[in-house]
């Protein structure tokens, strides 16, 4: 799964341990999450979009599809 994490936190100019605080996780798990290594929980998906202003599908995809 690919995920548009890094993009969106540039865009609001924070760190990964800004939308971490935000979302009541650890960095690594954002790094994780950006490097795609780390699959999240429904509800950890859903607090990284709503952190990042966005959807869960405009944030998170599979490889194949053509983004």
């Not at 540039?10 to 699959?39: C, H, M, P, S, W």
């Amino acid at each position: 799964m690919k995920t548009r994490i890094k993009e969106l936190r540039a865009r609001y100019d924070l760190t990964q341990e800004d939308l971490a605080r935000k979302v009541g996780v650890r960095r690594e798990t954002i790094l994780f999450l950006e490097k795609g290594k780390y699959n999240p929980s429904l509800k950890l998906a859903h607090d990284v979009a709503q952190a990042l202003e966005t959807t869960i599908d405009e944030l998170f995809f599979f490889e194949d599809d053509p983004r």
